[in-house]
C-alpha cells in the first residue's frame, strides 16, 4: 500500500495525458515513482496487457516484469491496477498504465497507439474478458443485453486491442500478438452458450489472423485455458476440475509465447476430454451436457 501511495504522491497531474475519449494514459518511471515524458524509449521488452487489474493478466504482468522491461497495463479498476503496478515496479519493471474500456474501439485505438510511440510494443496480450457467474445462462436462455455484453467484452474487445497495432508490426516486420480465448471455445456448454461463442469467435479470428501475419513476421498465439484460480473462476458455485493457479498459468503462456507456439491449451486432460467430444456422437455429447446443466446449482 505504501508503495501505491509513493506512487501516486510522485506523479505529477499536468504530466498526465487524457485522450478525448476519456481513457487516461500515465507514464511511470521504475525509479521512485516519477513520471516520466512520453518520449521514444528504444531499450527493453515493451509488453501491453489489457485485464492486468487482476487474475490471468495480473498474473501474466509479474511474470515479466524485470528491469529493462516496459509494461503497459490496462484495466478499468485504477487501485487494483496501481496495486498490480507496484508488484511489477518492485521487481525493476517501468510500468505504465492506462484506464480504458476494452469496449471503446476510439479510446482503446488512442492509447495503443500512444503506448506505441512511447517505445515500439513487441507483446500484445489480448486478455480482458467477462465470464464465470457472470456469463452463465438461466434455463430460459440468456437476455440480449448480457449476450451481447459478453460478445463486446471477449470478441470485439480483442478486435479492438489488435487492429490498431497490426500495421505497427507489420510495417515493422515484427511483433508478437497473444490472444486469449478459453476450452470453452472449443465445446458449446449449455452453461454459457455466449460465453463459448464469444471465446469461439476470438481462437478462430487468432487463427486467420496468424495466417495472415505469417509473411509479414507478425505471430500469433491463442491460448485455450481451462480452469485459473482467480475472481472470474472464483464467482463459480463449485471449483473447477484441474484448476491451475493464475502464476502457473502466466508461466505456461509466456514459455508459450517464447518458443513462437501457435496455439497453447491446459491442462491436458481437460484438453483430451473436450477432444473426446468430438469423437462422440452429439446425441451423446448432448445428453451428458445437458444432466451436467440440470444438476448444476448456480446462485
Ligand atoms: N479464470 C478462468 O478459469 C478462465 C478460463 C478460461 C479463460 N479465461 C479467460 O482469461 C481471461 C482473464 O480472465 P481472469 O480469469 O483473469 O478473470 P478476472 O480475474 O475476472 O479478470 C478479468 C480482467 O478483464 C478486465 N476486463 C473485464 N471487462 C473489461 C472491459 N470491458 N474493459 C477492460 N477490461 C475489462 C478486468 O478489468 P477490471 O476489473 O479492471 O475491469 C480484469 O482485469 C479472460 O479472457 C477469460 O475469459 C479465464
Keep these: 500500500m505504501i508503495e501505491i501511495e509513493k506512487l501516486i504522491s510522485n506523479v505529477k497531474p499536468n504530466r498526465f495525458r487524457r485522450d478525448q475519449s476519456g481513457c487516461s494514459f500515465h507514464a511511470r518511471s521504475s525509479r521512485g515513482g516519477v513520471l516520466m515524458a512520453i518520449s521514444p524509449r528504444a531499450i527493453g521488452l515493451h509488453v501491453v496487457i489489457t485485464g492486468a487489474s487482476s487474475g490471468l493478466g495480473a498474473a501474466l504482468a509479474r511474470v515479466y516484469a524485470k528491469p529493462g522491461v516496459l509494461l503497459t497495463l490496462s484495466g478499468r479498476d485504477k487501485m487494483r491496477l496501481l496495486s498490480v503496478a507496484a508488484d511489477c515496479v518492485s521487481a525493476g519493471a517501468e510500468v505504465d498504465i492506462v484506464v480504458c474500456d476494452v469496449t471503446d474501439a476510439d479510446g482503446m485505438a488512442a492509447w495503443l497507439t500512444s503506448a506505441d510511440q512511447v517505445r515500439s510494443i513487441d507483446i500484445v496480450f489480448a486478455n480482458a474478458g467477462i465470464g464465470g457467474k457472470a456469463a452463465i445462462a438461466p434455463p430460459e436462455g440468456e437476455a440480449n443485453a448480457v449476450a451481447r455484453l459478453i460478445f463486446a467484452t471477449n470478441t470485439l474487445g480483442v478486435i479492438n486491442t489488435v487492429t490498431p497495432i497490426i500495421p505497427r508490426f507489420v510495417g515493422r516486420q515484427t511483433g508478437h500478438f497473444v490472444v486469449v480465448s478459453s476450452l470453452a471455445g472449443l465445446l458449446g456448454l449449455p452453461h454459457s ?31 485455450n485455458p481451462g480452469f485459473i484460480d482467480t475472481p472470474m473462476s472464483r464467482s463459480l458455485p463449485l471449483p ?38 468430438r469423437a462422440l456422437p452429439s446425441r451423446l455429447v448432448d445428453a451428458i451436457l445437458v444432466k451436467h446443466y440440470r444438476r448444476t446449482t448456480f446462485s
Design 193 to 223: 452458450p455466449a460465453y463459448c461463442g464469444s471465446k469461439a469467435a476470438v481462437r478462430v479470428y487468432a487463427e486467420g489472423l496468424r495466417r495472415l501475419m505469417r509473411p509479414h513476421g507478425v505471430r500469433v498465439t491463442v491460448v
Design 240 to 277: 473447477g476440475p484441474r484448476i491451475w493457479s493464475a502464476d502457473r498459468a502466466a508461466r505456461a503462456v509466456k514459455a508459450a509465447v517464447e518458443k513462437g507456439r501457435s496455439e497453447v491449451t491446459f491442462p491436458w486432460p481437460l484438453r483430451l476430454a473436450v477432444a473426446a467430444t
